[in-house]
């Protein structure tokens, strides 16, 4: 598969290092150079650097033959207008945000985005922990 991850934080380098390990195609997209650091060196994934919603920068990660893309950095506004850029311009068939705030959710969703919470799912663990349903 080839995937296209915006931002090179926690979350989008160690998302590149398991696809990569994998064998899938990954490009990763991140306005500061320094946050290609968290790759290993020898990374095969392609390093863009640049803003992630610039049209010009996500063709230079080659997201018009990307499988699916990932918008993982430590702004919603940011993901919500880079997927949908993804969607609607580059016609990617799995597109996901990553979402800081739960309340934004809704939102994203109404717009058919798929997305991921890691506040939530972290809830949804701590819950199941505190009831019995699940190991810590």
């Known amino acids: 598969m080839n995937v296209v991850i915006l931002g090179c934080g926690r979350v989008g380098a160690v998302l590149a290092n398991r696809l990569v390990r994998e064998g899938h195609q990954v490009a990763v997209i991140d306005r500061?150079?320094?946050a290609f650091k968290r790759l290993p060196k020898d990374t095969s994934a392609k390093l863009v650097l640049g803003t992630g919603i610039d049209e010009d920068v996500l063709?230079?990660?080659?997201?018009d033959?990307?499988?699916?893309?990932?918008?993982?950095?430590?702004?919603d506004n940011t993901n919500?207008?880079?997927?949908?850029?993804?969607?609607?311009?580059?016609?990617?068939?799995?597109?996901?945000?990553?979402?800081?705030?739960?309340?934004?959710?809704e939102?994203?969703?109404?717009?058919?985005?798929?997305?991921?919470?890691?506040?939530?799912?972290?809830?949804e663990r701590i819950q199941a922990v505190l009831i019995g349903k699940g190991k810590g």
């Open 32 to 34: 500061d150079p320094e």
């Open 59 to 63: 063709r230079r990660a080659a997201l």
């Open 65 to 75: 033959q990307a499988d699916a893309f990932v918008a993982a950095t430590n702004s």
């Open 80 to 105: 919500i207008m880079a997927v949908q850029v993804a969607k609607e311009i580059f016609h990617v068939p799995k597109v996901i945000a990553r979402i800081y705030d739960p309340l934004n959710e």
């Open 107 to 123: 939102v994203f969703r109404s717009l058919g985005l798929e997305t991921i919470s890691p506040t939530m799912l972290g809830v």
